[in-house]
């Protein structure tokens, strides 16, 4: 007993040591916590950083990673929200956690943590079948304009995230009312989408880039816009929307939040940790891989961003009416 | 055909390393170990070995993460059988046979037959993967929503039949199942449905939470008014873990049956094991010609699902191998991981890394072969197990359960959630309400419903939709017939 008393006194005095001294250090095993299930993006992310932190040797303490799935994200975080101050916490993020927010399924809002950075980005495609008449998106949504029953667009896995909203987005944009569309959604994602623009069961796809990246350049199926900002290197002979004369870019980002209240050293540390990280050679080698792209934000930068992201989101869920 | 031969020698100079063999069997046991915890399946087992395989070459990792995940295929039923507690979702039916099995004093014989017909359900499936993946993928590809559908009211008229006594009580039992599953986020619109406000309910409830509370803890409450009393054992048979030749002998054509079905559902999207076992246990109890046994200890209701859920893993390597995407969860840990690795997953799979796709087919044959040797020996030292009694067997059951309760979600409002479905499976079972249907209900409602509502989007609200396609119709066919078939068969039974 009198051991115990005597490590938890130290690991109390370690605590108050380190966030009393004006650098701040990780003084245990650093988790983090992937609001899912192992082998969707955020548990990816998740593994990414633990590899690139440990293999770069960029943090002194271990890291793992921690799954902690449900309520769209909302597990994961309330359990950050939950380890006040603690710098040794920190959780996968992405739109959703504005999203699920503003579609009034989770309470939990950017302002109750502490965030930390953007660090990778997918972009959305608009895929179509091999054989389809149409060669960009003009042309699809012309033909659903003129006969929106005859074009069920595969969506998944729920209505209201990223790659809905940005269809929704370009529909708007060509006068597409956006009620009309027949969304045909796949709870399975990518992994029923895929076969079912592939057997013909839906006419075209909103979906995550990589997801279809493959398809496309075995000739199984066609991409006819990405919502990225500039031309993509590996995909040469696809037009972004803005190519095509849409404004819109739209990426798919994913980052890091830390546990709410953390101190200014804190959060410094892990500016340093991360900025260092990006640009490390194991880190760029690994998003290549999982065809992500870079979208590196500190901390400052996110924050604005966040704001940013969170009065565009609902000025566009208003208007498409999903926000109640 | 040939060249599935020079690609299948590839894939086998591929697989048979010393390193690799090396591989496949610590990848073997850890899934093995996964599936007999309750709660830890495959797809954790996988992850967790996630870092553990950045240092090897692809096909080396995924091997080794094929071999957890068949390792999980075997281990899950152990858990079934032992303490009528499922270790996955795929072992669900495992327990309808396996654990009467264990209570009738052949606990040896229904690990000996878990592990054989795993085997066989396993090399079967493989055998189909290397032969029949083109034609089997582009089948798949066929199956839109409506055809989704007619399947799963096939599968659900086919359970029906699954219920002992009365039906009603079985289509009472169905439509509980089917209220559970709406709990939750609704996936075609978002919106919260039945969660009153529950934070933890927004994810609906987990079945396996359902099946633990009124099989395993259920089973606990049970028993607690003859907690002296020992297992039925005889104490020669005890640690002999074989199966005897007139045994085996019932169970040839339930494996040979099952291993084909449970491979096709493996391939199509969106389908899991689950659903694979539940439909061959089905099968089998109608064409059984002693089916009041089943439920009681039919060694080949414990074969057929056994069968049907290994070559259901094989089945789900097809959508992966020739598309590039997940057929189940535990796919798509593996693509993950394949992709950090550098392979970069899609159609072009089999053409472009023949040596990672074809060692894997290989190394699913010799994964089985290896768990089969790992399997058999590990019975022995869990039939002792039965040598307890029961006041120290069931605080044990209770215990597993609730870890395995908390490893599904790590949440704790599953305990609250895992008792009041044991309350329910109790005060079922005096009501003699039979479980199956409420279960299959439970794991078939989202996807039911799903593509019912997915098929009106697409027709524009005509039920014409499940009558125009070919495969639809037939699915419909086979439904009604077999309803009629068991009504009929029920009145011969009656009168």
């Given at each position: 007993m009198k051991k115990l008393f005597a490590v938890v006194l130290l690991v109390v005095l370690f605590a108050v040591a380190g966030t009393a001294s004006a650098e701040w250090k990780p003084s245990r095993t650093i988790e983090l916590i992937a609001p899912a299930n192992p082998g969707g993006g955020w548990d990816m992310l998740c593994r990414t950083v633990q590899k690139a932190l440990t293999d770069e040797k960029l943090v002194e303490k271990n890291v793992i990673v921690v799954n902690k799935p449900g309520g769209g994200g909302a597990t994961g975080w309330n359990y950050l929200k939950g380890k006040k101050g603690q710098g040794e916490y920190l959780s996968a993020t992405s739109t959703l956690l504005m999203l699920n927010n503003l579609l009034g399924k989770s309470e939990i809002t950017y302002k109750d943590v502490t965030p930390i950075a953007a660090l990778q980005t997918e972009w959305i495609s608009i895929a179509v079948e091999q054989d389809s008449p149409w060669k960009t998106v003009k042309d699809l949504f012309e033909a659903i304009k003129a006969d929106p029953s005859s074009v069920p667009v595969g969506v998944g896995p729920t209505l209201g995230n990223n790659d809905h909203l940005m269809f929704l987005e370009l529909a708007q944009e060509f006068g597409v009312e956006p009620a009309s569309i027949k969304f045909i959604v796949y709870p399975g994602a990518g992994g029923e989408i895929v076969p079912a623009l592939l057997g013909g069961h839906v006419k075209a796809t909103t979906i995550g880039l990589g997801e279809v990246l493959e398809q496309h350049k075995a000739g199984k199926m066609r991409i006819i816009g990405v919502s990225a900002d500039q031309k993509l290197d590996f995909l040469p002979d696809v037009d972004t929307f803005t190519a095509q004369g849409v404004n819109l870019v739209f990426p798919h980002w994913r980052g890091i939040i830390g546990a709410p209240d953390l101190t200014p050293e804190q959060v410094k540390y892990w500016d340093d940790v991360f900025t260092k990280m990006v640009q490390t050679e194991t880190w760029k080698t690994l998003i290549a891989n999982l065809g992500w792209s870079n979208f590196y934000q500190n901390s400052a930068e996110h924050t604005a961003f966040l704001e940013k992201s969170t009065t565009d989101f609902d000025k566009l869920l208003t208007q498409v009416g999903l926000k109640k | 055909m040939d060249a599935i031969f020079q690609n299948l020698a590839i894939g086998f100079s591929t697989a048979i390393t010393a390193y690799n063999i090396l591989w496949v069997f610590i990848g073997g046991l850890l899934g093995t170990v996964?599936?007999?915890?309750?709660?830890?399946?495959?797809?954790?087992?996988?992850?967790?070995?996630?870092?553990?395989?950045?240092?090897?070459?692809?096909?080396?990792?995924?091997?080794?993460?094929?071999?957890?995940?068949?390792?999980?295929?075997?281990?899950g039923s152990r858990a079934s059988i032992m303490i009528n507690t499922p270790g996955d979702a795929s072992a669900i039916v495992s327990c309808f046979d396996g654990y009467p099995m264990t209570k009738n004093g052949e606990a040896g014989a229904a690990l000996a037959i878990s592990a054989i017909a795993s085997f066989i359900g396993g090399t079967i499936g493989m055998l189909f993967l290397v032969f029949l993946t083109g034609p089997i993928a582009d089948a798949a590809l066929r199956f839109g929503p409506a055809e989704m559908f007619s399947l799963m009211l096939f599968a659900l008229v086919a359970t029906i039949t699954l219920a002992e006594g009365s039906l009603l009580k079985g289509v009472i039992a169905m439509c509980i199942g089917f209220m559970l599953s709406t709990i939750g986020i609704d996936a075609l619109t978002g919106i919260l449905r039945f969660t009153y406000g529950v934070e933890e309910l927004q994810d609906g409830i987990d079945f396996l939470v359902v099946m633990i509370g009124v099989y395993a803890i259920c089973e606990v409450f049970k028993?607690?008014?003859?907690?002296?009393?020992?297992?039925?054992?005889?104490?020669?048979?005890?640690?002999?873990?074989?199966?005897?030749?007139?045994q085996f002998k019932k169970c040839i054509m339930p494996m040979l049956r099952s291993s084909p079905l449970g491979f096709f559902v493996g391939v199509l999207p969106g389908m899991g094991a689950s659903i694979a076992t539940f439909m061959s246990y089905a099968m089998e109890k109608n064409l059984s010609k002693t089916p009041e046994k089943f439920g009681k200890g039919a060694i080949e209701g414990l074969a057929a699902p056994e069968a049907a859920n290994n070559s259901c893993a094989a089945g789900a390597m097809v959508p992966l191998l020739t598309l590039g995407i997940p057929g189940s969860g535990t796919t798509a840990v593996m693509l993950g991981a394949l992709m950090m690795l550098g392979v970069k997953p899609g159609p072009i799979l089999f053409s472009q890394y023949p040596e990672i796709a074809w060692g894997v087919i290989a190394s699913i044959l010799i994964g089985n072969i290896i768990l089969v040797i790992i399997n058999l020996?590990?019975?022995?030292?869990?039939?002792?197990?039965?040598?307890?009694?029961?006041?120290?067997?069931?605080?044990?059951?209770?215990?597993?359960?609730?870890?395995?309760?908390?490893?599904?979600?790590?949440?704790?409002?599953?305990?609250i959630l895992v008792m009041g479905f044991a309350l329910g499976g109790y005060i079922f079972s005096k009501l003699e309400i039979p479980l199956p249907p409420m279960i299959l209900a439970l794991i078939l409602g989202g996807t039911t419903e799903q593509s019912f509502r997915n098929s009106m989007s697409l027709s524009d609200g005509s039920l014409g939709i499940f009558f125009s396609k070919p495969i639809s119709v037939t699915l419909i066919a086979l439904a009604g017939l077999s309803l009629v078939y068991s009504l009929l068969k029920r009145r011969k039974h009656a009168q």
């Open positions: - | 996964m599936g007999m915890l309750p709660g830890l399946g495959p797809a954790t087992g996988v992850a967790i070995l996630i870092p553990i395989t950045y240092g090897m070459n692809p096909s080396t990792a995924l091997i080794t993460m094929c071999a957890v995940y068949y390792g999980a295929m075997f281990g028993n607690l008014k003859n907690l002296e009393t020992k297992y039925n054992l005889d104490s020669k048979s005890i640690g002999k873990v074989w199966v005897s030749w007139p020996p590990l019975a022995i030292p869990l039939v002792q197990l039965l040598k307890l009694p029961q006041r120290v067997m069931m605080p044990l059951i209770l215990g597993m359960a609730f870890m395995g309760t908390y490893f599904l979600n790590y949440s704790s409002f599953d305990f």
